[in-house]
């Protein structure tokens, strides 16, 4: 199971940090990844962070700005925002995978999902 948590609304320029808190998996070993849905728009990749090295991914579109990491002690996968822009506002979703593979990006990668959490970027 999947508890994602920390959304909100914030200012464009702000930041916020996501958390997903996981159960009953073996959480070393998996594969984290956020994506985001936005209103009218399909589900789409934000980042993924490997289980068995911690190698990280962005998509183009939040490099630099986005940071994945993973609390293996906590159970717990963080994303944090900065420098949000309004296109940011979305409900973020985080999944995770028993192995990984090349298709990070593509959401029937994973198994388990988080219920999601509203972020909203707005002044």
């Known amino acids: 199971q999947l508890q994602a948590s920390g959304g909100g609304l914030v200012q464009p320029g702000g930041s916020l940090r996501l958390s997903c808190a996981a159960s009953?998996?073996?959480?070393?070993?998996?594969?984290m990844a956020w994506f985001r849905q936005a209103p009218g728009k399909e589900r789409e990749f934000v980042t993924a962070i490997r289980g068995s090295n911690g190698a990280t991914r962005y998509a183009d579109s939040v490099k630099g700005r986005f940071t994945i990491s993973k609390d293996n002690t906590k159970n717990t996968v963080y994303l944090q925002m900065n420098s949000l822009k309004p296109e940011d506002t979305a409900i973020y979703y985080c999944?995770?995978?028993?192995?990984?593979?090349?298709?990070?990006?593509?959401?029937?990668?994973?198994?388990?999902w988080g219920q999601g959490t509203l972020v909203t970027v707005s002044s």
């Open positions: 009953g998996l073996t959480f070393s070993r998996y594969s």
């Open positions: 999944a995770a995978a028993p192995s990984w593979n090349i298709y990070y990006y593509q959401h029937n990668s994973y198994t388990y």
